[in-house]
């Protein structure tokens, strides 16, 4: 039988809002997932790349945004800005010296956030299916129109079954920290990992994104017949032979 998951440690935010984490102590670069939208910690993918730092002696950080997973708050209450600096707090309470950087999905958009704050504190990033700009390319006019006037959209979920809201304080955040129409002032090693199948995220965006980066150290593996999720037994494999090789 499973055990149920130990409970987190916490970060209190200024307004007094509690930031869930869990930390392995380890060998640097610590290793920080940051989890998709409306995702958190506990996800398969972040789960294994623990499992992974456990067994080589890497540092990993694991967490929940605030309105996310154990964190406190309210989602609604959330956006890119936000959550960048629930990262950046967590971080500045945990963790000392470099960092490398897991995004997945909406995560691949926050580590380019995270990346340009930091600076040279990360070492390298590696994308799953990663976001940049979706406010941007991922609604209709109409669903833009409705964000704009009515303040939320709510969207068929594929992975529950409650409707996935996406609300004006996001969006509009979104809207002014768009990342692929200009070169994107990041010099580490990247790793792009995304599914042709993807129904969510094209897989087009990490080839904007590797465009974008100005790093000369990027490269993109594609999978074939991956999904947006890439959490197949294959798909971890790949995740985790790729963070086996980033430069430390």
Excluded at 65 to 78: I, K, L, Q, R, T
Aim: with cysteine; proline share 6%.
């Amino acid at each position: 039988m499973d055990q149920a998951p130990s409970p987190p440690d916490f970060v209190t935010r200024a307004d007094g809002v509690r930031l869930a984490y869990r930390y392995s102590p380890g060998d640097g670069p610590a290793i920080l997932f940051l989890p998709g939208y409306m995702s958190d910690m506990q996800g398969g993918k972040a789960q294994a790349v623990e499992a992974w730092a456990r067994a080589n002696g890497r540092a990993m950080l694991r967490l929940d945004y605030s309105g996310c997973g154990e964190s406190g708050g309210d989602f609604a209450d959330g956006s890119f800005t936000v959550w960048r600096d629930d990262v950046v707090t967590i971080l500045a309470a945990v963790v000392t010296g470099p960092v490398l950087l897991i995004g997945s999905s909406m995560g691949g958009w926050l580590m380019l956030l995270l990346a340009l704050a930091l600076g040279d504190r990360v070492t390298g990033m590696i994308g799953i299916a990663a976001a940049p700009d979706f406010t941007n390319w991922g609604y209709s006019e109409a669903q833009k129109r409705t964000l704009l006037e009515q303040g939320v959209v709510y969207e068929d979920n594929p992975y529950g079954p409650e409707p996935t809201p996406t609300y004006r304080k996001l969006f509009e955040d979104g809207q002014s920290q768009l990342m692929l129409g200009a070169t994107i002032a990041i010099d580490c090693p990247v790793r792009l990992l995304h599914g042709q199948c993807d129904a969510d995220v094209p897989f087009d965006i990490s080839l904007q994104l590797a465009a974008a980066l100005r790093s000369s150290d990027v490269q993109i593996m594609l999978v074939k017949d991956g999904d947006h999720r890439l959490s197949r037994d294959q798909d971890i494999d790949l995740l985790l032979n790729i963070l086996s090789q980033m430069p430390a």
